[in-house]
């Protein structure tokens, strides 16, 4: 099963859907997506109900924590796409994040 992914120059900026953020508390205080919807991997599976309608986007530090979400989330039913390379691409990309 191939697991949907985009890069990040494949992502319009704003980006059009909701961002699902799956990375650590630690990760996610030292700077995340505005907006993103913080649900690290570890309990994505209890708090799937959190989940928005629709395609969304998800990402991790690098990439491979995102891609297990999606491809366990598309066997479920969601409409996920990883985004390749992770926040490392977002922000090498001079994409903008919060803390």
């Known amino acids: 099963m191939s697991i949907p992914t985009v890069e990040i120059n494949g992502v319009p900026d704003p980006i059009p859907v909701p961002v699902v953020d799956v990375r650590e508390e630690h990760e996610w205080a030292a700077g995340h997506i505005e907006g993103a919807i913080h649900i690290p991997l570890g309990v994505l599976p209890v708090r799937a109900h959190e989940l928005p309608e629709g395609q969304f986007l998800v990402v991790c530090h690098l990439g491979g924590?995102?891609?297990?979400?999606?491809?366990?989330?598309?066997?479920?039913?969601?409409?996920?796409?990883?985004?390749?390379?992770?926040?490392?691409?977002?922000?090498?990309?001079?994409?903008?994040?919060?803390v």
């Open 65 to 98: 924590r995102s891609a297990q979400a999606v491809q366990w989330l598309t066997r479920n039913g969601h409409d996920a796409v990883n985004l390749a390379g992770g926040m490392d691409a977002w922000e090498a990309a001079g994409r903008p994040t919060v």
